[in-house]
């Protein structure tokens, strides 16, 4: 027994010894440092997680803690207050932490929009050295810096990054590859040299040669689409197509042997309907435009008549073509003449490209019956309701804004073609919405305007509500492009335009920023009264030049034939800024004093009437009484009908094009009809393409 009550006596000695360590180590000891494992993780926690680890430490995690945040902050749109935590990083830090530092420099220089620095930090980064989540970040900030310009570097960050990815961020992978592929122009596909061991980025560029070759056939598309994935079994894209090819799968083709045709005959705006009228039954009749009712006797048209000529009493005025996206304000009498049988001559314009029929596709159901309703007669709904009740298939139509805006309560199973587009469009999986709008105009002025170099526009727009719609669409469209500030000058009527000639004073390039709604701070609203934000930099600045590259014009042809010399005027030849204008400056009145004035001016104009279908422009002019605005609208007629004819293959076949009169026609995921425009320029007395 003396064994064991020895063995209890020393147990009893050493227990308070052994409390007394864990006592004191527990008052040592602290949780597991857990900053590294972030690091090298996903970091999937949010900024307020990250922000208190941070300020509950003392050593050297707390570098890596705030690292964490930083990132976080720049995940949630917290970019000033990245930026500050940023600029708090100490000097002191360790190889792990300076990967990351330099990689969230680049990554806040994206989020800055600064894009040149960021590219610039980008390239001083080893790849190699950074973990797997890390290089899939520098990817994706490789791809944000690119700002969705198509090269062969950005195609291969997406396919760098693509094996990183899981989920819904490697399907948003798959459609950035397909989406940089589609934005690449003919040109720049030709010139792509890739090396030898690029076998992902020849299957993606053979995929894309299977789309340009079959896009207008769905049936073909789909086989092209399946002998790719045998051929490339490998490739992400054939595991996972892309979302636009997979739609393919759904695509149905919709009946359209009758078509309702709803427009205004009557009233204001009648003169709108009828041109649009005639010309989408010229399109059914594959190029003979029927002749209108008439219901007064006119005086015939003088046959010496020149286009643009709409002096004679028996002509209508020439309509005012910022209507077009508003036609229900038009202040224009009911068009009831008959059109005249006198051949027209087309004006000067450039040379001919190759013929483009009438219907830019040929016709998918010449047979197809049309029923016109006038939609100044009855209500909206009533006007569906009886169209589906006399058989229509498919609805192009109504014209009126009041009435496209009425769609969107409509409960029609009909598949419907708007001819305009309401403020606020609502994605419905049967409507389409197709308009002619100067709204249109400015946004593809952007696009022209950035691809051939420019960065500091000005835009000289009407002191009018035409001025503020086209100067807010082009803003808007500059910032999606990645440019940055747009200045603006208004200007008013002729007699202002001409005492600013007879004083000398001329037109200055400079303006006043302009602050694009999507790029607007909110202000603050205290007690129902909303103070607006302070000012910008660019805004207390304003009034300066900045450098103008490049002036967008939007006015009439009297108001461009003061407004570019009371440029040259102010400027002289010291001025290197290239001028673009409007369609709303070519109104057929183009004579050769007027060309040689405006001698280097670029302006857009719809394909028909910049010469790459002469036959249909001289039609359309014909019926109309040589007015350019509604021949535009006569144009528009004749693109609904080839529309309404592929409205399937548009409304369910991502990048499907059309090659219109009134432009290269495709739709947006919410079916908005897109038109990119021709170019022309003014040289030496000639109209030229624009290069």
């Known amino acids: 027994m003396v064994p064991s009550k020895f063995i209890r006596s020393k147990a009893g000695r050493c227990l308070p010894v052994v409390l007394a360590a864990l006592f004191f180590a527990g008052c040592t000891t602290k ?6 494992a972030h690091m090298q993780g ?28 930083i990132h976080a902050l720049l995940k949630e749109g917290k970019t000033q207050q990245a930026v500050d935590l940023y600029n708090q990083l100490p000097k002191e830090m360790d190889e792990t932490q ?173 003169v709108f ?3 649009i009228q005639q010309g989408f039954e010229a399109a059914k009749n594959m190029g003979s435009a029927p002749v209108a009712q008439t219901t007064a006797p006119v005086q015939p048209a003088d046959a010496n008549a020149q286009p643009g000529d709409t002096t004679q009493a028996a002509l209508p005025q020439p309509v005012d073509p910022n209507m077009v996206a508003s036609p229900s304000a038009a202040s224009v009498d009911d068009l009831t003449q008959q059109p005249a049988e006198t051949p027209v001559q087309p004006a000067p314009a450039a040379q001919p490209a190759p013929q483009v029929q009438a219907a830019a596709a040929a016709p998918a159901n010449p047979s197809a019956e049309i029923k016109v309703y006038d939609t100044t007669t009855q209500p909206l709904a009533q006007i569906l309701a009886q169209a589906q009740q006399d058989g229509a298939t498919i609805v192009v139509g109504p014209l009126l804004k009041n009435n496209v805006d009425q769609l969107a309560t409509t409960t029609s199973p009909l598949n419907i073609l708007a001819l305009n587009q309401p403020e606020s469009v609502q994605n419905r999986a049967n409507i389409c919405y197709f308009a002619l709008s100067p709204e249109d105009e400015a946004r593809d002025a952007a696009g022209h305007i950035w691809r051939q170099g420019h960065r500091a526009p000005l835009l000289l727009v009407p002191r009018s509500t035409l001025g503020d719609r086209v100067t807010k669409a082009f803003a808007d469209e500059w910032l999606k492009l990645g440019g940055g500030t747009v200045l603006q ?26 602050t694009p709604a999507s790029a607007q701070p909110a202000g603050v609203t205290i007690g129902g009264l909303t103070i607006p934000p302070p000012p910008t930099d660019a805004q207390i600045t304003a009034g300066t030049s900045g450098g103008v ?46 060309r040689l004035e405006m001698d280097g001016l670029q302006f857009s104009e ?74 022309l320029q003014f040289s030496r007395g000639q109209i030229v393409p624009a290069s």
């Open 549 to 594: 590259d490049a002036a967008y014009i939007v006015a009439t042809p009297d108001e461009v034939a003061l407004i570019k010399p009371m440029i040259a005027m102010r400027t002289g030849s010291r001025s290197s800024a290239q001028l673009y204008a409007s369609s709303r400056s070519s109104q057929g009145v183009n004579g050769p004093d007027f």
């Open 31 to 36: 949780a597991p440092d857990q900053s590294n």
């Open 273 to 275: 309907g009828r041109a």
């Open 98 to 270: 300076r990967r990351e530092q330099a990689l969230l420099a680049a990554e806040v220089k994206v989020a800055q929009k600064d894009y040149a620095d960021a590219n610039a930090r980008l390239s001083k980064i080893n790849v190699a050295a950074l973990n797997k989540n890390q290089q899939a970040r520098y990817y994706q900030a490789v791809i944000d810096a690119s700002q969705n310009h198509p090269s062969i570097e950005l195609l291969r960050a997406y396919i760098a990054q693509e094996p990183m990815l899981t989920g819904p961020a490697h399907q948003k992978n798959i459609d950035g590859t397909w989406q940089a592929l589609s934005l690449m122009t003919a040109e720049q596909m030709k010139s792509l040299v890739i090396n030898a061991d690029e076998n992902t980025l020849q299957g993606w560029l053979d995929l894309q040669r299977v789309w340009n070759d079959n896009r207008n056939d769905p049936e073909m598309l789909k086989a092209g689409i399946k002998d790719w994935q045998t051929r490339y079994p490998q490739n992400p894209g054939a595991k996972t197509l892309p979302t636009q090819l997979s739609n393919m799968q759904n695509y149905k083709p919709a009946s359209t042997n009758k078509i309702a045709l709803l427009l205004p005959l009557n009233g204001q705006a009648a």
């Open 42 to 69: 996903e970091a999937t926690a949010n900024s307020a997680y990250y922000l208190q680890q941070m300020q509950q430490s003392t050593d050297d995690s707390k570098t890596t803690w705030q690292l964490l945040a």
């Open 606 to 679: 719809i394909p028909m009437l910049a010469g790459n279908n002469p036959s249909l422009m001289q039609q359309a002019l014909g019926s109309v009484h040589n007015d350019y605005s509604l021949a535009r609208l006569y144009a528009m007629g004749v693109d609904a009908w080839s529309l309404a004819n592929h409205f399937s293959q548009i409304r369910q076949v991502p990048g499907y094009q059309v090659n219109g009169n009134t432009g290269t026609l495709s739709a947006n995921p919410d079916c908005v009809i897109n038109r990119k425009l021709n170019w």
């Open 489 to 514: 000058q208004k200007f008013g009527s002729i007699a202002e335009l001409k005492q600013g000639i007879n004083s000398g004073s001329g037109i200055a390039l400079s303006g006043t920023p302009v």
